[in-house]
């Protein structure tokens, strides 16, 4: 039994008796880190998960929100009500693959995209959109490029298979995930109030039918392995731990949910996932108080002789649980064949304990809530970080430029995504590389499905929505290791407005998000600190933004050989706009001459966790961050959506200097004047570059929040940037040169 010692007298007391090796081990999963959130629960009371789009807030498989009527789509979340929600939901989860992505690149990205995609079917939803947010080590290793390369293909694969479009997200690279990668990925999907389904059991006496692919030996132990630090022989001695995906099977499975949701045959359901069928089915019956029976020898199975443990423990993918009436389960199977997928009744649901036999030997015999609620809370001690002191390099300003642009988490994510499929399903209304993606979702009241009337049919571009009849849901994803690094407090609470923001550019509003908090060893008070602080940033700015964090996921023991991650607060967030157009995140050189190049919001007046810092050397407090961020996020939308802008990009990563760069094309410049180095590379978050023909609407949209003129738009295709007495000059084709390095390092 691999429990601590106070885990093991726990059991022992609760059952009155040694648990047999079955139930041990599923003690030694269910109550893991990564299953019970031991080291994490305590702290994450300080989110506000609760407003009125929430229809199932955190702890199912995926939260639920009701989108705004696409009247109401552009208002600011304070200044809606109840009424102001329609009968589409969707839904938002995201999860992590940090463990099994270093052992084996392929297969755990894929598996981490099939995982969340089977939650968001859980929930009567079709996916319609996934986000990966991805942290390597430093790009000039080796092996860095090979995990890249490794993660992002698993990812295409299994998400280009499927049919589900990967529409955004983020990738950084930082020394310290050199050897614990992070792959944390989103997935939204769509459905309404008759299709909605959760993962609580309903009633004695009802089937729990297993449906999918057959049970194999693979991604046993899968939770406990996620729990403890990586050793250095992970990538061979782990190996068995890792699941292996089959996409073509997880297509087949999405199109059985659809049809079994359809009928309405589905009571209640889990993914098959952490802890494989012991932990999905006591989970859902321990949700609904209740308890269950369960024969394994009952399991489809691709492998002869498996085990009662191996059956429990399993983490085959491609396999759901689903709660179901006795009088449907002949149905259920003609479903499942029809799909070509294998189906066993395994059980039933019961009012007594969950019990499972095995060839007629009772293998385990336990209360469902102890089982699946019972891990006690661990009490750790933490150190806060201590503010850096202030030490600014003086760096050549065009070396300077050329080494933030040619970053790898500033340069062009290009070879990234353009492996994924990002407009398969007619919905994607703005592509990756933007701000934000956006996702046309289309008033109708009928299923949610691929070949319904809510979100499918003609396309984004569909003169059914001319005069705006429907939503544009915004999707933004990551965080910025850097600024974590420099404050995890700040940098956390900048993570936060800075998603908000690329909502805003593109003219949304946030409607909720979800988080993936990833930190190293809980046990070293300093790691431990820093995850403290990030939870307390990240809830105090959703707070601010009046975003409820829906749902999430905790990843600790993210510590290899090579030492800590940096804390990491993944954030996914969505918002609403009315309608699917968006401004561009490039000049337009057409209207050069009647058009100015605005900075809207006001900057933090300091460079840390900067990549100018990151490349040039030196330290610096992380920049102040606005009061008021939900007006100032309100603000920018109200901005981005005048008929007056051309184009809108969010000042981030590499601070304004790479903004302007980016906004940079063959045909269009710009001629911008700056103060000095900070104004130039600092990263404050909450701030948008415009190019608009009407300065002056801008000024008054804008009321409190600042508004600097930096120059003007030209037609010659070059970025000319003064700071302070230095000059540099650079074009379009150069700057994107620079910024192709992923493509030309790995290609």
């Not at 000049?587 to 300091?606: F, K, T």
Request: proline content about 6%; glycine content about 12%; charged content about 25%.
């Amino acid at each position: 039994m691999s429990l601590s010692d106070p885990d093991a007298d726990l059991v022992r007391a609760e059952l009155g008796r040694d648990p047999t090796p079955a139930e041990a081990a599923l003690f030694e999963n269910l109550w893991s880190e990564h299953c019970a959130y031991r080291s994490s629960r305590p702290l994450l009371g300080a989110f506000e998960s609760e407003g009125d789009a929430v229809v199932v807030g955190p702890g199912d498989d995926a939260a639920v929100l009701a989108l705004p009527t696409p009247e109401a789509a552009d208002d600011a979340p304070g200044d809606r009500d109840a009424d102001d929600y329609g009968d589409t939901y969707v839904t938002f989860g995201i999860e992590s693959h940090n463990h099994p992505s270093y052992v084996d690149p392929f297969d755990g990205a894929a598996t981490g995209v099939g995982g969340i995609v089977r939650d968001t079917m859980s929930m009567g939803a079709y996916p319609i959109a996934l986000l990966d947010s991805l942290y390597f080590g430093a790009f000039d290793r080796d092996h860095t490029k090979y995990l890249l390369e490794g993660v992002v293909e698993g990812i295409s694969h299994y998400g280009n298979c499927i049919g589900v479009p990967t529409v955004g997200g983020s990738v950084a690279f930082h020394d310290g995930y050199e050897g614990n990668p992070l792959v944390n990925v989103a997935c939204v999907g769509l459905t309404n109030e008759d299709r909605l389904v959760t993962a609580v059991a309903e009633e004695p006496g009802n089937k729990l039918v297993l449906v999918g692919n057959a049970t194999g030996r693979d991604g046993l132990g899968g939770a406990s392995f996620a729990s403890e630090d990586l050793a250095e022989d992970a990538e061979t001695e782990d190996r068995p731990a890792v699941q292996v995906g089959d996409p073509y099977a997880e297509k087949l499975l999405i199109e059985c949910n659809e049809a079994l949701v359809d009928e309405d045959l589905v009571l209640a359901a889990r993914d098959l996932g952490a802890a494989g069928l012991g932990g999905a089915s006591s989970e859902l019956v321990a949700k609904g108080g209740l308890g269950a029976h369960i024969e394994l020898e009952r399991v489809h199975q691709r492998e002869p002789n498996m085990s009662a443990l191996e059956i429990l423990l399993a983490e085959s993918q491609e396999r759901m649980c689903y709660e179901v009436a006795p009088g449907d389960v002949e149905r259920v199977r003609e479903l499942a064949d029809r799909f070509d997928l294998g189906c066993s009744v395994i059980g039933e649901v019961t009012e007594g304990n969950y019990t499972c036999t095995f060839e007629g030997e009772t293998v385990v015999d336990v209360d469902a809530e102890f089982l699946a609620d019972g891990a006690p809370m661990n009490d750790l001690e933490s150190e806060q970080p201590s503010e850096p002191s202030r030490d600014l390099p003086d760096v050549e300003l065009e070396a300077a430029f050329e080494a933030v642009v040619a970053a790898p988490s500033t340069a062009s994510k290009r070879w990234v995504y353009r492996q994924y499929d990002h407009e398969v399903g007619t919905r994607t209304a703005l592509r990756p590389g933007d701000d934000a993606a956006i996702m046309a979702i289309r008033e109708a009241a009928g299923d949610a499905g691929a070949d319904d009337d809510v979100g499918a049919g003609d396309g984004p571009d569909s003169t059914d929505d001319a005069e705006g009849a429907g939503v544009g849901l915004a999707l933004s994803s990551g965080a910025n290791p850097d600024w974590t690094a420099a404050d995890p407090h700040g940098g956390a609470r900048a993570v936060a407005l800075e998603n908000a923001t690329n909502l805003a550019a593109k003219g949304a509003v946030p409607l909720a998000a979800v988080d993936c908090l990833n930190g190293g060893n809980p046990e070293k008070p300093d790691v431990y600190g820093g995850f403290e602080a990030i939870v307390d940033g990240l809830a105090e700015m959703c707070d601010s933004l009046e975003t409820p964090v829906v749902g999430g996921n905790v990843s600790l023991y993210n510590d290899s050989v090579a030492g800590p991650i940096p804390p990491t607060p993944t954030l996914a967030m969505i918002g609403t706009k009315r309608g699917y157009d968006a401004p561009p995140a490039a000049l337009d050189a057409d209207v050069a001459e009647e058009s100015d190049l605005l900075l809207v919001g006001e900057g933090g007046g300091a460079l840390g966790g900067s990549q100018y810092l990151a490349r040039a050397g030196g330290s610096d407090r992380f920049p102040a961050l606005s009061e008021n961020p939900a007006d100032l996020v309100d603000t920018l939308a109200r901005i981005a959506r005048a008929d007056s802008t051309v184009a809108a990009h969010d000042v981030s990563d590499g601070g304004l200097a790479v903004a302007l760069a980016e906004l940079v094309t063959d045909d269009a410049g710009v001629d911008v004047e700056l103060p000095d180095r900070v104004a130039a590379f600092e990263e404050t978050p909450g701030r948008l570059v415009v190019q608009t023909t009407d300065p002056e609407a801008v000024a008054e949209l804008a009321g409190d929040v600042p508004v600097l003129r930096l120059g003007s738009v030209t037609t010659d295709g070059r970025l000319a940037l003064t700071v302070g007495e230095d000059r540099l000059e650079a074009t379009a084709e150069s700057i994107r040169s620079r910024r192709d390095v992923l493509e030309r390092e790995i290609a």
